[in-house]
């Protein structure tokens, strides 16, 4: 790090020497926007005489600097639109500014269409000059089709995949490769997962309303974060236009489905510039979306049998599940940003996301007992009802500030940025009960792609009296977190006889903190006293579950189950040796920083553009959980477990033994 200083302290001195020395150089700046002052973001701006080449940035602005006093032609071309040339006069040691609205290209045939091909056009003229592969979606393609969250308008882009949730995306696959190979970020800022299990951001939590465009990078380059391997995803927040702007927007549907769900979006956006100049600028959006979708869901269990030494394909069990979920998704994002001058700024942005993925599932579940031919079983088969809450909820947030300045030349800019995500899953109750174990299944393939199990030796698997209260589990699960960052960035134009180019080097660091604690409690049923299913049913079901294929029913009722319990202290016992098992692998603190520094040169000579860089991270990690060693006599044992960077995992000298006892009822 303190070779980089010295070196970014060197070119800095350089280029005042330079400026010392050459008084006579001035600069060619300017900004492009179309006749509604919206700002073209990868104009092309080539500057003759010298063949200068250069490209508008996300606030449609150029700077080129070390030009020698005369007259110029500055010509901008923009796919869409027609091409501008303006003559500029450079004095000595001074500064032109070129302010140009290029109008829409003319044609013979006129089409009408909707807005969508303006979105078109910035996308178009981003990818055509980013220096890498680049995929944009601005905010009016986005909004052009019905995208519930972030996830599923990239799935819309080439070369992307979706793991879907429940019929929403959630994870983005970049050209095939996993999920966790990819990063996310909110205006260059790096998002941390909110899961405790995984590194994949889960893009489901982002309502798409919330981003005025989506930058897919399929290649990096070295002033990029050097963890994402697949790829990577900008999310960019929406910025003030220099006119006030305010738009509502709304849109609905239904499904016939469980006696029909709703799901309805609202999002609302105002924007606009105060000051003489309209130096200052404030955005501010927020989203609410609601998502009552419900699913038929059958999952067999596919399975090998040996009959006669051949392994013959059967089913085993099966899965008919039914969900209601209640989805809540809401978020803000906004902004402020400052004019110093041209090309200069300074800016305070930030998005807040949650999701509520809050639903319950219902469950029949047969199982097969011994088979005695491919298709039916002994009558020791088996059958049990669940009732599941699911709360989880997740929460994305990412807060940066930072600032761009216009050396006369030198481009310096920097930021500092604040992100923590969440994921919260608590006081969700599942509920299991056992019905009978002595039944002979015949299993009906005739339709491969829904097998039926069905009854051979007379059991009423429909009768509720059957079923007998046998487990009791509340989930309660807290994932959470941090991460500061700060990077500082130079980019220096220069011109040579036979092109122009970009030299710019920079670093950051990184600092994340994680932390997971799972308590999950278990119980049993003590019998004492029993329930049964006829006691606790829930007040609907569904005879045309699937098309009438698999009637639904009768079903558990989690509130009736509830009043149960709370009314026998003595029907449960907590189960205190599963819960230490279940929870404590899974508990952990972990923190990670990361150093990085870059440096990278991008040249266009003719109609050749080069670019060559490299870029040096170091991460250092600690990192602490719990490994559990099994020991019969005291019914378990527990070690906290501890790495960190390279260092092997050692066992601490602290152990903690655990059994199980009763507990009057479940809190």
């Excluded at 849109?251 to 709703?262: F, P, T």
Aim: with cysteine; proline share 6%.
């Amino acid at each position: 790090m303190k070779l980089l200083n010295c070196a970014v302290l060197a070119l800095v001195l350089g280029v005042g020497a330079n400026a010392s020395a050459e008084e006579a150089r001035g600069v060619i700046t300017g900004r492009i926007s179309d006749i509604a002052n919206n700002v073209l973001p990868g104009a092309t701006v080539h500057i003759e005489p010298h063949s200068v080449t250069v490209v508008t940035d996300r606030e449609g602005a150029f700077t080129v600097s070390n030009l020698a006093p005369g007259d110029y032609v500055v010509e901008i071309n923009y796919v869409g639109f027609q091409p501008e040339k303006k003559t500029v006069k450079l004095s000595s040691g001074g500064r032109a500014d070129v302010v140009t609205e290029l109008r829409p290209r003319l044609f013979d045939e006129v089409t009408v269409t909707a807005s969508r091909p303006s979105g078109e056009v910035k996308a178009l003229n981003q990818q055509k000059t980013a220096d890498n592969i680049l995929n944009v979606l601005p905010a009016e393609i986005i909004k052009s089709l019905p995208n519930n969250n972030v996830a599923d308008a990239i799935g819309r882009l080439p070369s992307v995949s979706l793991e879907r949730d429940e019929g929403e995306g959630k994870y983005v696959q970049i050209r095939g490769t996993d999920p966790r190979l990819s990063n996310v970020t909110i205006n260059g800022a790096h998002i941390p997962s909110p899961e405790g299990s995984v590194r994949n951001i889960k893009l489901d939590v982002i309502s798409s309303e919330l981003v005025g465009a989506i930058e897919l990078n399929k290649t990096l380059s070295a002033d990029q974060d050097g963890d994402a391997i697949g790829g990577s995803v900008n999310l960019v927040t929406k910025t003030a236009g220099d006119h006030p702007y305010f738009n509502v927007s709304g849109q609905g549907g239904y499904v016939d489905l469980l006696g029909g769900r709703a799901m309805t979006q609202w999002s609302g956006t105002y924007s606009s510039r105060f000051g003489p100049d309209k130096q200052l600028g404030l955005i501010i959006g927020g989203s609410y979306d609601w998502d009552g979708r419900g699913i038929n869901d059958i999952e067999p269990a596919p399975g090998l049998v040996d009959f006669g030494g051949t392994a013959v394909p059967v089913v085993t069990a099966m899965d008919v599940r039914e969900y209601r979920y209640q989805r809540n998704r809401y978020g803000a994002a906004g902004g402020l940003d400052y004019r110093l001058g041209p090309g200069s700024e300074l800016y305070l942005r930030g998005l807040f996301a949650d999701f509520q993925n809050y639903g319950d599932r219902w469950l029949n579940s047969p199982s097969a007992g011994d088979f005695i031919t491919p298709t039916t079983t002994a009558d020791n088969g088996a059958t049990e009802k669940q009732v599941q809450t699911r709360r989880p909820d997740e929460m994305i947030a990412s807060l940066s500030a930072g600032g761009k300045h216009d050396l006369g030349g030198p481009v310096l800019d920097y930021n500092l940025a604040y992100s923590r995500s969440r994921q919260n899953q608590l006081n969700a109750p599942d509920i299991t009960f056992a019905g009978p174990s002595d039944v002979a299944w015949g299993i009906d393939l005739s339709d491969p792609y829904t097998p039926r199990f069905n009854v051979l030796n007379g059991v009423d698997i429909n009768n509720p009296k059957l079923y007998v209260l046998d487990a009791y589990r509340i989930r309660q699960d807290r994932t959470s977190d941090h991460e500061v960052a700060g990077a500082i960035n130079l980019r220096v134009p220069y011109q040579t006889s036979s092109g122009a180019g970009t030299f710019k080097l920079g670093a950051k660091v990184r600092s994340d903190s994680k932390k997971r604690v799972n308590a999950d409690r278990f119980f049993n049923a003590t019998g004492s006293p029993e329930l049964t299913l006829d006691q606790a049913l829930e007040s609907f079901n569904d005879p045309d579950y699937y098309f009438g294929k698999y009637p639904l029913g009768p079903l558990p009722s989690l509130d009736a189950t509830a009043r149960f319990v709370a009314s026998n202290p003595g029907a449960l016992t907590e189960n205190f040796g599963r819960e230490h098992t279940a929870n404590d692998p899974l508990n952990f603190n972990a923190s990670e920083k990361v150093y990085a520094a870059y440096a990278m040169d991008t040249t266009q000579i003719g109609r050749v553009h080069a670019q060559a860089g490299v870029r040096v991270e170091r991460t250092s990690g600690s990192y602490t959980g719990n490994k559990i060693v099994t020991d019969t006599a005291r019914g378990g044992t527990l070690r906290p477990s501890r790495r960190a960077g390279t260092t092997p995992t050692r066992a601490c000298c602290r152990t903690s033994s655990f059994g199980s006892r009763s507990t009057p009822r479940p809190t």
